[in-house]
C-alpha cells in the first residue's frame, strides 16, 4: 500500500489543485509523488509554503532581470539612498530607509548595485518573504538589515537538509568547485535558487542548467585538474509555518504548535546559531 506522503495534521492530503496556479500544482504533485513524507499543520500552511517558493522563484527572476552585478566583497557598491557600504562590502540599511523599501530599491535600480552571489541569494529571499506577509511585519522583523555574504536575520529562519534530488522549486542549492584556481577564488562554488526540474538562477551566471553551472566552474580550476565542479547534497529553504503567521489575513497559528518540533519531511529541526538543520 502507497504511503501517504502528504498529510494535513492527521489527515492524507486529498485536494482538487486543477485551479491553483501552474507552479504550485508542480510542486504539490512532485511532494506527493516523492518517496517522502511532508506534514503541515493546515490547508493554510501548505499553500503558504506554495506562495513564498513562487515568490521567491519570482524574486530570482526578478533579480537577473534588474540588471545588478556580480562583484567581489572588494568592489562592491550600493544605491547610497538606501544603503551604507561597510569596510567588509556588505550593505547596511540606512536609519531613514524601511526594510520593504531598501530590498525593493536593489529591484528597481539594479544597475546601481553589485555584489557577490551569497549576497544575492539572500536578497532573493528576503524579497520573496517580502512579497508574501504583511510588510509592517516585514519592516518589524528585518529592522537594522545588513546584507552581506551569509549573514540574515534569525526571523528568515533558514532551515538546512540534506537531499539534493528531493528540492523544489524556492530550494537555495550549491555547486562546488573543489579545485578551484586560488587566484580566482570567487569561483570556488555558485549559490543558486531553484527554479523548476534542472533550471537554476546563479548570481553572475543567470538562469541555465546544472549542466551549465558546472561547466562555468570548471573553467576556473587550478590547471591540469581534472575534479569536476559538482551540485552537492545542502538544501536550504525558510521555515514556511513560522513565517505563515504574519501572512496577509491569515488567523494567528497555536503558539503551542510554533514552539514543537515540528515533523518536516519526516525529521525535526535543530537549531545552531542562525541556521535551523533538519535530522532525519
Avoid at 255 to 280: C, H, K, N, W
Wanted: charged share 25%.
Amino acid at each position: 500500500m502507497k504511503q501517504t506522503l502528504i498529510r494535513i495534521g492527521d489527515q492524507e492530503a486529498v485536494l482538487e489543485v486543477g485551479s491553483w496556479p501552474a507552479l504550485w500544482q508542480k510542486i504539490y504533485l512532485s511532494k506527493k509523488n516523492s518517496p517522502a513524507l511532508y506534514r503541515y499543520v493546515s490547508l493554510g500552511h501548505l499553500k503558504f509554503e506554495l506562495k513564498l517558493r513562487t515568490a521567491i522563484v519570482e524574486a530570482a527572476k526578478a533579480l537577473r532581470r534588474s540588471g545588478v552585478q556580480f562583484e567581489t566583497f572588494e568592489r562592491s557598491h550600493c544605491n547610497g539612498h538606501y544603503w551604507n557600504l561597510n569596510s567588509k562590502g556588505g550593505f547596511e540599511l540606512r536609519r531613514d530607509v524601511t526594510p520593504a523599501e531598501g530590498i525593493r530599491d536593489i529591484f528597481a535600480n539594479g544597475s546601481l548595485y553589485g555584489f557577490e552571489c551569497a549576497t544575492a541569494i539572500v536578497i532573493v529571499l528576503y524579497k520573496g518573504v517580502l512579497d508574501s506577509i504583511q510588510e509592517t511585519d516585514f519592516n518589524r522583523m528585518f529592522a537594522d538589515l545588513l546584507l552581506y555574504d551569509w549573514h540574515y536575520d534569525s526571523d528568515l529562519r533558514l532551515i538546512e537538509k540534506q537531499g539534493a534530488p528531493q528540492s523544489f522549486p524556492g530550494d537555495v542549492l550549491y555547486f562546488k568547485n573543489p579545485d578551484v584556481n586560488p587566484e580566482q577564488i570567487e569561483w570556488q562554488g555558485e549559490n543558486t535558487i531553484k527554479l523548476e526540474e534542472d533550471l537554476y538562477y546563479g548570481h553572475g551566471i543567470g538562469i541555465v542548467s546544472s549542466r551549465e553551472i558546472i561547466s562555468k566552474l570548471n573553467r576556473h580550476r587550478i590547471p591540469g585538474s581534472m575534479v569536476s565542479a559538482y551540485l552537492t547534497d545542502q538544501v536550504i529553504y525558510p521555515d514556511f509555518l513560522y513565517l505563515s503567521q504574519f501572512e496577509a489575513g491569515s488567523s494567528e497559528v497555536n503558539p503551542e504548535v510554533m514552539q514543537q518540533a515540528f515533523a518536516v519531511d519526516g525529521g525535526i529541526t535543530s537549531q545552531i546559531g542562525r541556521r535551523r538543520y533538519l535530522l532525519a
